[in-house]
C-alpha cells in the first residue's frame, strides 16, 4: 500500500477527475454532517425548553402556595 | 407467567426510557467508531487504493457512492420493519424508529443519486440517464419523502404513524427491483461489485478501503439514527416526570428569579 500522488496538488487534480472526484467528497460529507449536527442541536434546545417551563412551573406553583398559605391562617 | 417473563426483554425495549438511557451510553463510543472508520476509509480510498485500469481516478468515487446506496436500501427494510412492529404491537418507540429513519434514508439516498450522476459524466458522458436502476432510486427517495411528509399531514399523531407505516411496507415493492434491476435490464448501471455468493469482482487493494467505508457507513447510521430517535423521544415524553427531571439536571437555570 503506497501512496498513489507525490503531492497535494496532484491528489487535487487527479489526473483530471479531481472536480468530480472532490465534489462528490465535499457534497457527501455536507449532508452527513448536517444529519449528525441537527439532531445534536434539536436534543439541546427540546431540554433547555424542557427545562425552562418545568422551572417555571415550579416557581407558579411555589408562589401560589406561598400568597395561599397566608389567607388560609386568616380563616 | 413464564410466558410473561419470555416477552419482559420486548416490552423494555419498547420503553423510550430505557432506549434513551441505554443509548446513551453507547454514544461516546459510537462517535469514536464512526468519524475513526469514515476519516480511515476515505483515506485510504482517495489517496492510497490503485486507480481503476479503465476508469482512472473517477472511480474512487466508489467509496462513497457504494456505502450511501447501500444503506439507503437496508435503512428502508428498516424503517418498514419499524413501521409493521408499530402497526402490529402498537409500540411507540418503533413508530419512532421510523420516523427518525425517514430523513437519514432520504438523504443517503440523495447522496447514492448525486454521487453517481457525477461519477456517470466522466463514465459514461452524462449525468442522468433513465436507467432502470436510477430511476428505481429515484422511487426509492420519493418513497422516503412520502413517509416523511405523512408524518406531517394529519393532526392526530397516531393517524400518521399508520399512514406512514403502510407506505413504507407497500413501499418494499421497490427494494428487490432496485437489487435486480441491474441483471434484469441490463443498461448503463454496472452490475453488483459486491455478491454475498462470489468474489469481489475488484481488486483486493481497491476492495479493502470500500470494505472499510461500508463499515463506517453502518455505524454512521447506527450514530444518526440513534440521535434522531432521542430527539423524537424527548419530544413526545416531554411532559413525563423523567423527561423533565432529565432536562432539570442536565441544563442551567433558565428562568431568571
Known amino acids: 500500500m503506497s501512496p498513489q500522488f507525490d503531492s497535494l496538488k496532484q491528489l487535487w487534480d487527479m489526473a483530471g477527475h479531481g472536480p468530480y472526484v472532490w465534489t462528490v467528497v465535499l457534497v457527501s460529507l455536507a449532508v452527513l454532517g448536517w444529519l449528525l449536527i441537527r439532531p445534536v442541536q434539536q436534543h439541546r434546545d427540546n431540554l433547555q425548553s424542557i427545562a425552562r417551563q418545568s422551572q417555571r412551573q415550579q416557581l407558579q406553583q411555589a408562589a401560589s402556595t406561598s400568597s395561599a398559605e397566608p389567607s388560609e391562617e386568616d380563616k | 407467567m413464564a410466558a410473561g417473563r419470555n416477552w419482559n426483554w420486548f416490552h423494555r425495549m419498547g420503553s423510550p426510557r430505557w432506549f434513551y438511557e441505554t443509548t446513551g451510553r453507547w454514544l461516546p463510543w459510537l462517535w469514536v467508531l464512526t468519524l475513526g472508520l469514515m476519516l480511515t476509509g476515505l483515506i485510504w480510498g482517495l489517496a492510497y487504493a490503485p486507480q481503476d485500469a479503465k ?46 429513519a425517514a430523513p437519514i434514508g432520504a ?35 420519493f418513497l422516503y419523502l412520502g413517509v416523511l411528509a405523512l408524518q406531517y399531514a394529519f393532526h392526530s399523531q397516531e393517524t400518521g404513524n399508520k399512514a406512514s407505516a403502510i407506505l413504507a411496507l407497500v413501499g418494499t415493492v421497490n427494494i428487490p427491483i432496485i437489487y435486480k434491476s441491474v441483471d434484469w435490464w441490463y443498461t448503463l448501471h454496472q ?30 447510521y447506527g450514530l444518526a439514527l440513534i440521535l434522531y430517535t432521542r430527539v423524537e423521544i424527548l419530544r413526545r415524553e416531554r411532559k413525563s416526570s423523567w423527561v423533565r427531571e432529565l432536562a432539570l439536571r442536565t441544563q442551567p437555570a433558565q428562568v431568571d428569579q
Not at chain 2, 81 to 94: C, Q, R, V
Not at chain 2, 125 to 133: E, I, N
Not at chain 2, 197 to 218: E, G, K, N
Open chain 2, 55 to 100: 476508469q482512472g481516478n473517477s472511480f474512487r468515487i466508489i467509496y462513497l457512492h457504494v456505502p450511501a446506496s447501500f444503506l439507503a436500501l437496508a435503512g428502508y427494510y428498516l424503517m418498514a420493519i419499524a413501521g409493521a412492529i408499530g402497526l402490529i404491537w402498537k409500540m411507540k418507540l418503533s413508530y419512532m424508529v421510523m420516523k427518525s
Open chain 2, 107 to 141: 438523504a443517503l439516498t440523495f447522496i447514492a443519486l448525486f454521487t453517481g450522476a457525477v461519477w456517470g459524466k466522466p463514465t459514461w458522458g452524462t449525468y442522468w440517464v433513465w436507467d432502470a436502476r436510477i430511476t428505481s432510486m429515484l422511487i426509492l427517495l
Open chain 2, 191 to 220: 452490475p453488483a461489485t459486491i455478491k454475498f455468493t462470489s468474489a469481489p469482482s475488484m481488486h483486493m487493494d481497491m476492495f479493502q478501503p470500500l470494505l472499510v467505508m461500508i463499515i463506517a457507513m453502518y455505524s454512521f
